[in-house]
């Protein structure tokens, strides 16, 4: 029993310290099932993602109990996927969201992919500010934490921003920084889209055999990695790099070949078409000019390019005048200088929201720190208060195993004060010497019986003293023995009775064993044995409703009559030892406990009377 609470404490302190590491190391996670499905969607995301955004969004809204990092993760890839389908605006939302989360959670990896998206999406919206602002935050970023992917890839996004104001050597500097990072990685898209830069500088600069050079590299890099959306992306540039370097023949050829691929892979690309008719307008092919450029605007319409569509309506307007179609001329103008005066209008709005954004994102980032400050108060709080409960449950546990120690010590001496009690030396001497009496009689047959009744005794109160109960009929047949014993002491001066009600199964009701020996002993010293004949000694065992009623009486000579020859102690008569052993139960079981003494109608003693009750259950 010791043992089995010294374990069972054991373990509750190996579950509260357990409890103490993870209340202080625990980390947001994300599950194997949705990182499997953003790995698998990471190769699928450039051709498919209309549906990517699609089945993106089902998990964000159908998932139960998602963690910080798995919205944050789900958000990131909808925003890339938004992105990549041209939807700029969206995207630049969307990824925004997953900033302040990944910003939240410390992740200074996601935050820095998180940041390249909001600058290419700013750049494409035309919020040029933003879009700086954004990309030298993710430089800054990627510098602390050493990430050389995200440090070319935010050097690839000033040389964006800079290409954008012509300002080709600032621009030139940040593609070759890209380059030199990216150039021992193995990573060809990036590479092509790096040398896809590079050449479009050489282009701005004429340096058309530079260009034409590099542009060979990526459609050479692009073909082994047999992506034809990035294949038609370098056919286009080469196109326009003849253009510029008067070649139309070779331009119209590359210009086609993207338009083909185009057709074959079912992509829209406005590009080709756009540059077809620049070649067109260029070579005084006015009707295939108006076919390419209608078929450009298109699409830019569809993509909500308006920088596009604008510059594509500026050569749609010579195209018209070409014609002589002075309306229809008049009308691409009236579009054009609506959709600039909107573009105008959306970079006040987008530098304002910018500034709304940067006090917006200051303010986040205070109410970050200071939540930080307060959640590391409060951890610091969590863990004293912790350890305040494991101190007390381990002081509270010392406590409950000393209790049960001393318990257990108060047990043992019980054991020991009961057995002294029933096998005093006296009780031991005179029914030995009772026993030897009859073997020398001659009386072999009864003096054998004697002998095994007495070690069958001996026996029983070894055997019974150390258990917290036995059967009634195992008490009853104890006690019948040691009665039996004792009338040989007493040469058969008294005899006995016990009465057990036909209500008590005496094999299934349990009692503590050896309870009724001390009373029986008391009845036959201090009131039977004085008797020269005629002694009753009165067992009855009955049920009282949930109880079982015990009885001892005997017709002796009373306690008051042998006080006044005896000093008889409550100790010796073992009255003590047996409220204890009630005690211990805990079912107060003690409280029924009487001694009666019996008269006669002229008040002389006649006897003694014990009786308590025991719970069935």
Same mark, same amino acid.
């Given at each position: ?5 010294k374990?069972n404490?054991?373990?509750s ?22 990182e499997?499905?953003?790995?698998? $969607? ?10 990517s ?9 159908n ?9 944050? /993760? $789900?958000?990131f ?8 389908d ?10 925004? &969201? ?24 700013s ?10 602002? #954004? ?17 070319g %890839? ?39 889209a790096? &040398?896809?830069n590079?050449?479009?500088?050489y ?6 055999n530079?260009?034409?050079?590099? #542009?060979?590299?990526a ?15 370098v056919?286009?540039?080469i ?7 008067? %070649? =139309? ?6 210009l086609?070949?993207?338009?083909t691929?185009?057709? *074959?892979?079912?992509s ?10 620049n ?13 390419? =450029? ?41 579009v ?14 987008? $530098? ?44 509270t546990?010392?406590?409950?195993y ?43 047959i009864?003096?054998s ?6 070690? &069958? ?34 040469? *058969? ?16 009701? %349990?009692?503590?064993? /050896?309870?009724?020996?001390p ?8 009131g039977?044995?004085? &008797? ?63 001694i ?22």
């Amino acid at each position: 029993m010791i043992l089995r609470n010294k374990n069972n404490w054991q373990l509750s302190i190996a579950i509260l310290l357990f409890l103490i590491i993870t209340a202080c190391s625990k980390q947001d996670t994300i599950r194997p099932e949705i990182e499997n499905y953003l790995v698998k $969607l990471d190769s699928t995301l450039q051709s498919n993602t209309d549906e990517s955004i699609i089945e993106l969004d089902s998990l964000l809204n159908n998932t139960d109990d998602l963690s910080t990092l798995e919205n944050a /993760m $789900l958000l990131f890839n909808k925003g890339e996927a938004q992105y990549l389908d041209f939807k700029y605006e969206d995207a630049f939302n969307t990824q925004l &969201k997953s900033y302040e989360l990944f910003t939240a959670l410390n992740d200074k990896y996601n935050e820095g992919r998180c940041l390249i998206t909001l600058s290419g999406a700013s750049l494409h919206m035309g919020d040029l500010e933003a879009s700086q602002v #954004y990309a030298l935050k993710a430089l800054s970023l990627s510098q602390l934490i050493g990430n050389k992917r995200t440090e070319g %890839k935010a050097y690839n996004q000033l040389f964006k921003l800079h290409y954008e104001l012509k300002d080709y050597d600032k621009a030139l500097s940040y593609i070759e920084k890209t380059d030199s990072l990216y150039s021992q990685q193995a990573d060809t898209l990036s590479i092509i889209a790096i &040398k896809n830069n590079k050449a479009s500088i050489y282009v701005e600069q004429k340096e058309y055999n530079k260009a034409l050079t590099t #542009y060979s590299e990526a459609m050479t890099l692009s073909q082994s990695k047999r992506d034809p959306k990035i294949l038609v992306s370098v056919l286009n540039n080469i196109g326009y790099t003849y253009i510029e370097a008067g %070649k =139309y023949d070779d331009a119209e050829r590359f210009l086609r070949g993207a338009v083909t691929l185009n057709k *074959n892979i079912n992509s829209i690309n406005a590009a080709p078409y756009k540059g077809l008719g620049n070649l067109f307008l260029l070579t005084s092919r006015i009707d295939s000019s108006l076919v390419n =450029y209608n078929k450009a605007l298109d699409i830019y319409k569809s993509n909500k390019n308006i920088n596009e569509e604008i510059r594509v309506r500026d050569k749609l307007v010579a195209v018209s005048l070409f014609y002589g179609d002075y309306a229809k001329a008049l009308n691409n103008q009236i579009v054009r200088d609506s959709l600039q005066l909107n573009l105008s209008r959306m970079e006040q709005e987008n $530098l304002l929201d910018f500034v709304n954004v940067k006090y917006e994102v200051k303010q986040k980032e205070t109410e970050i720190n200071h939540q930080r400050e307060i959640n590391s108060t409060n951890r610091l709080l969590t863990i004293s208060m912790i350890l305040l409960f494991v101190s007390l449950a381990v002081v509270t546990a010392v406590f409950v195993y000393n209790g049960r120690l001393r318990a257990a010590n108060k047990s043992s001496k019980l054991e020991q004060s009961l057995l002294r009690v029933q096998m005093n030396p006296h009780f031991i001497f005179n029914t030995l010497a009772a026993i030897q009496n009859i073997t020398l009689e001659g009386d072999a047959i009864k003096s054998s019986n004697y002998i095994a009744k007495f070690s &069958k005794l001996i026996r029983q109160n070894f055997d019974y003293v150390r258990k917290e109960s036995i059967t009634l009929e195992k008490e009853i047949s104890m006690i019948s023995n040691y009665i039996e014993t004792q009338q040989l002491r007493f040469n *058969n001066v008294f005899s006995y009775h016990i009465e057990l009600a036909d209500t008590i199964d005496r094999s299934a009701v %349990k009692v503590p064993p /050896m309870l009724l020996q001390p009373f029986i002993e008391n009845a036959i010293e201090y009131g039977l044995k004085e &008797k020269k004949n005629g002694g009753q000694l009165e067992i009855r065992i009955l049920q009282d409703n949930d109880e079982v009623l015990f009885i001892v009486s005997d017709n002796g000579l009373g306690r008051s009559a042998k006080a006044k020859q005896e000093k008889v102690s409550e100790e010796l008569h073992a009255t003590s030892i047996f409220k204890e052993r009630l005690k211990m139960r805990k079912k107060g079981e003690e409280k029924t406990f009487t001694i009666e003494d019996l008269f006669n109608e002229d008040k002389n003693p006649i006897g003694t009377r014990v009786s308590f009750k025991l719970k069935l259950s």
